[in-house]
Each structure stands twice: as C-alpha cells, then as structure tokens.
C-alpha cells in the first residue's frame, strides 16, 4: 500500500499563500503490510468460516451486527437500530402511555364536565316535557372569560411580550444590546411567528378552566424557525408518578399530522420513511372525553374522508437503554434521555433523537415543554375552575332550570284541574 509524504503548513509568504514544508524526509513510496483478519462470507442468510485448516464451518444462524450509527448529534437514530429493537421499544413504551391514560381519567372526566358547563351549546330538552330548560348557569363561563381577558391583556401586549430586564450594573451599551433584542423578539412574536398571538389566546381560554396547559418549545423541520405550539390539554400525557416536567419519567406529546404534514417531515429527513399507509381511522373518533366535550362545544364533527383525516402519533421524551446500539452511551444498563415517535396505529418507530445537550457529559434531559398551572393541584396537573366551580355550576344551573321550567308549567294554558285543587 502506498503512503502519501507528509506535509506541514508553515506561517503565510509575503503574498499571503501558506507554504507546505515536508515533516520529515521520506521517501516517495512506502510499502506498508496490512494484516486483515479474514470475515466470514454470508450466503442466503447463512454465514461461512473458514478456518485455518481449510475446513470451512457454517453457521445457519449468525448474529447480526448492527451497523454502526454516525457520531452526529442530532442524528435519526432509528435508521441505524435494527427493526426488531425498535419494535420492542414501540409496544413497552404505548404499553405505558396507556397506563398513563387510566391514571388520569378522573382528572379529565372532571374537565370535561367543566367545560360543558360553559354553555357554548344549547341543550333541546324533551325531559320532563317536551321543551324544557336546556340552559346553563353562566356562572363558569364569566369566570373563565374574565380570567382570559385580563391574561391577554396582561402577557399578549399589542406591541409584543417581551420587555428587557438588566440584573445589576446597566451602561449605557448594555442598555441599547437589551433594546435590540427586545424589540427584534417582539418583532418575531407579532409579524415573524404569525401563529403566536392566536395559539396563545386559544391556550388562555384552557388555562382558567382546566388547570393545566402545555406549550412545546422546537426548532420545526418544515418551516425552518423556531416555534411554540400550544398542546391541547388531552393531547399531553403524563404518568401518575410524575411531579415535575424535569423529573417525570415518560412525557408524551399526541399529535396529529395530515398525509402532507408527514410526507413534508419525511422529506425533510426529521421522520424515516416506513411506507406508512393512509389513515385506517376515517373518523378519528376517539374515547377521551375532554376531546369528545371540546368537539361538542366548538360544533365540530372528526373528518369521514381520508384525504381530511389525520395520523395519531405518541412523541415520548423518556429514559431508555438501547443495548449499545448508541455508540456516544457507553455504560450499557444507564438509560439516557431519548425522544422517540411511534405511530399509534402500526406501532412503527419513525424516528429516535437524542434528547441532551452536545457538550453535556452528564446528559441531562432536555425539557422543551413549558407547564402552565393556573392553581397548584395535589399532583402533576393543576387545578382550574373545572374543579373548583363545577359543584356550584352544576347547582346553578339545575335551580334555574327548575326556576324556568317551573315558570313554564304555571304559565300553559292547557292541562286538567282537580277540583278543590288550590293554585299558588
């Protein structure tokens, strides 16, 4: 095998060039003997050994070795873990979203009564006669609406959220630096993420009457700038055990692209391509009761085509070992924080991305999630108006309807009358 010379780069020559100078002398050709261990050939799955003297041993059932995962950080790791891994990571971690799902029925149960006592929608009542009181007690909603106005006003100004703040000692460069980057933020806010006030309002209306909403913080793949989202308050999934987004052990993200929100992702390299078909579920019903409640309040109906249907998928930021297969973890049995995307439908892994910091030696997790509580709850969710208020809406309203139907039954000029029968 032939070796190059080596050169150096001295300091640049008068015209600027750099000159290369010979480390030290060599000569133009050098032989160098590499030894390569022979490998053993594979033929129709089956590999083939052949030993030193000259048998040759067979081996039906040889074990595969993963390839090795390039060292970039940001890498998609589920391009480089064998499927049979990844399938296994996709049914234990659904397995504990769903768990997830049961521990906090009540909590959501709750919410959804909450929100219908609102009374976006009118009830056409046929008990205890046709025509009966269908109305709520407007009780929830002026507390949530007030809650909501006074928010926006106070954290959506017109003229952006951000005002700088300087900790201590404040020259006059400083302040101009601080100026910059607050009016560039403001600018970003109101006219370069045209999405940020709206999103923001619709989270406010949650926030009060819920308790608990969620904003995810990202750099979006298609788009190409930073963004955040606000998460629908069912479409963010935490285990019982959970206290804080730093500590919860499986945080997991619903979302719900359309056929073109994957296909662009795919494109972009932030999903791999594993020939997901259309959306099975044309109506994308579902049994969570707040989504249910939510669909019921706003007048919406799930979409009965395919084109307007969407995928479900779990985005779970959780701590997992991938036996080796991670060749920047080098202990196996330490999990370490990863983000993992699974379709909800095939169990499918799409994509697997480290989830800490290049330089971090101790690889923390990093939280892209922000938590809004509204009051602090007994665990992980808050509490809002759903839980405090409910009782006495709920009472509200039944006294007015009895008030109403009441009112109704005396006015009705039809019926019979017992005789002796006194009127009040």
């Not at 022979?38 to 052949?50: K, T």
């Not at 074990?63 to 873990?81: K, R, S, T, Y």
């Not at 659904?94 to 009564?113: L, M, V």
Request: hydrophobic content about 35%.
């Amino acid at each position: 095998m032939r070796a190059p010379r080596r050169h150096s780069i001295a300091p640049p020559d008068s015209a600027g060039e750099p000159v290369f100078a010979p480390l030290d002398p060599m000569p133009d050709e050098v032989e160098i003997d590499l030894s390569l261990a022979p490998g053993p050939s594979m033929v129709e799955g089956a590999a083939l050994h052949e030993m030193a003297d000259g048998t040759v041993e067979v081996d039906l059932t040889p074990q595969q070795v993963p390839p090795l995962v390039p060292v970039e950080h940001g890498a998609n790791l589920a391009n480089f873990i064998p499927d049979s891994q990844l399938q296994n990571v996709a049914a234990e971690i659904i397995e504990g979203i769903d768990e997830d799902k049961t521990s906090r029925q009540q909590w959501e149960d709750q919410a959804a009564t909450g929100m219908k006592l609102m009374g976006f929608n009118c009830e056409d009542r046929t008990f205890p006669f046709n025509g009966a009181s269908g109305v709520y007690d407007t009780l929830m909603a002026e507390a949530v609406l007030r809650m909501q106005a006074i928010a926006y006003g106070e954290l959506l100004p017109p003229n952006g959220p951000v005002k700088p703040q300087i900790i201590g000692e404040a020259p006059d460069a400083l302040q101009r630096l601080a100026q910059r980057q607050a009016t560039w933020m403001n600018y970003y806010f109101t006219k370069g993420a045209p999405e940020y006030y709206p999103d923001f309002d619709q989270m406010l209306l949650y926030w009060p009457l819920i308790g608990s909403t969620f904003k995810k913080i990202y750099q979006d793949p298609v788009l190409t700038r930073p963004v955040a989202t606000f998460i629908m308050p069912s479409d963010f999934i935490a285990p019982y055990t959970a206290t804080a987004l730093e500590t919860a052990a499986r945080l997991t993200n619903v979302i719900r692209p359309s056929v073109r929100e994957l296909k662009l992702r795919t494109l972009a390299g932030f999903y791999r391509d594993v020939g997901l078909p259309p959306p099975s579920d044309l109506t994308t019903q579902t049994s969570e009761p707040l989504k249910q409640q939510t669909d019921a309040s706003t007048g919406l109906q799930p979409a009965s085509t395919i084109k307007s249907s969407t995928y479900t998928f779990y985005e779970t930021s959780c701590f997992w070992d991938f036996e080796g297969a991670d060749p920047l973890v080098t202990e196996r049995g330490l999990p370490v924080p990863y983000i993992v995307t699974i379709d909800n439908d095939s169990q499918k892994v799409l994509s697997v991305y480290r989830n800490w910091r290049v330089a971090d030696p101790t690889m923390q997790r990093r939280v892209t999630y922000a938590h809004y509580r509204f009051f602090p709850g007994f665990g992980f969710y808050g509490t809002g108006y759903a839980h405090i208020l409910g009782g006495m809406a709920k009472s509200a309203t039944t006294q007015r309807r009895q008030i109403e139907d009441s009112g109704t039954l005396n006015n009705f000029p039809g019926g019979l009358r017992v005789k002796g029968m006194r009127m009040d």
